[in-house]
């Protein structure tokens, strides 16, 4: 399990996550994934990808009777990349979240299903975003090099410290990239203490392109920065197995810890 979550909004975690899935299901034996999204501030795979999501899991509201496969199957859309998706159905005029008891057995379903599941986790920690955290084996925490989200970053990489979660399930992704910014790179990374793991250079009009035709970066424009750059990291997630030992974390201590913290 994998999630995505921003230090700030705005700065590419849907595109980074549809991307990085994409790439999954374009890479050789490839595997069978799918895209959790949990962004509580709006979610637009429908947007991204030009699909249509008759249901989303809004629709579920506080029923607590167990959650049966076939039940969750009529929420899955796939892609023509062969990507399935699962929409949350927030919006921003809707706040208030499906029960949060649900997340763990849609995960569970989830595993049960696929080889990889995908969260889009927004750029928000509520009670949903830090059950899926605690899932995950890997955290990719998406960030950009201006002040704004620098600072942001710093926080939620402190955040995330302090809640207990280890590094070795962190890694910073650094969007919109230009090598000018290599200075303020080397003394952010001193700052924090922490190197980023992956940087993704700045492609805007691209990128911008892709997002309003709904067409994924890596199928339309595979040989620019941005497509290698998500080519990389699936192909480097692949190939390290702790990336894919669901049982590599011991979760329940810090997840605890984060939810304890947002709660109060």
């Given amino acids: 399990m994998v999630s995505f979550f921003g230090a700030r909004g705005g700065i590419g975690t849907t595109t980074t996550a549809i991307n990085f899935g994409v790439s999954l299901r374009k890479a050789a034996n490839a595997p069978s994934v799918v895209l959790l999204e949990l962004n509580p501030h709006a979610g637009d795979f429908a947007l991204f990808l030009n699909v249509l999501m008759p249901h989303t899991l809004r629709e579920l509201g506080d029923r607590v009777s167990p959650l049966a496969q076939n039940s969750l199957d009529q929420f899955l859309v796939k892609h023509d990349s062969g990507l399935h998706l699962l929409s949350a159905g927030f919006t921003d005029i809707q706040a208030k979240p499906f029960a949060t008891e649900w997340v763990e057995p849609i995960v569970a379903l989830l595993k049960t299903q696929f080889d990889i599941v995908l969260i889009d986790c927004g750029h928000t920690l509520d009670a949903n975003t830090t059950a899926a955290l605690g899932f995950s084996s890997i955290i990719f925490v998406l960030s950009a090099l201006t002040i704004p989200v620098v600072k942001r970053t710093e926080i939620v990489l402190e955040y ?34 922490y190197k980023t793991s992956w940087i993704i250079p700045n492609d805007f009009p691209r990128a911008s392109q892709a997002m309003n035709t709904g067409e994924p970066m890596v199928l339309t424009s595979p040989n620019s920065g941005m497509a290698k750059s998500f080519r990389h990291m699936t192909t480097s997630f692949l190939s390290n197995p702790d990336t894919t030992d669901p049982e590599s974390s011991n979760r329940n201590g810090w997840v605890n810890r984060i939810w304890s913290k947002v709660a109060k």
């Fill in 160 to 193: 995330f410290k302090r809640a207990g979660i280890p590094s070795s399930k962190i890694q910073w992704v650094l969007n919109r990239y230009i090598e000018k910014e290599n200075r303020f790179l080397r003394e952010t990374e001193k700052i924090f203490n």
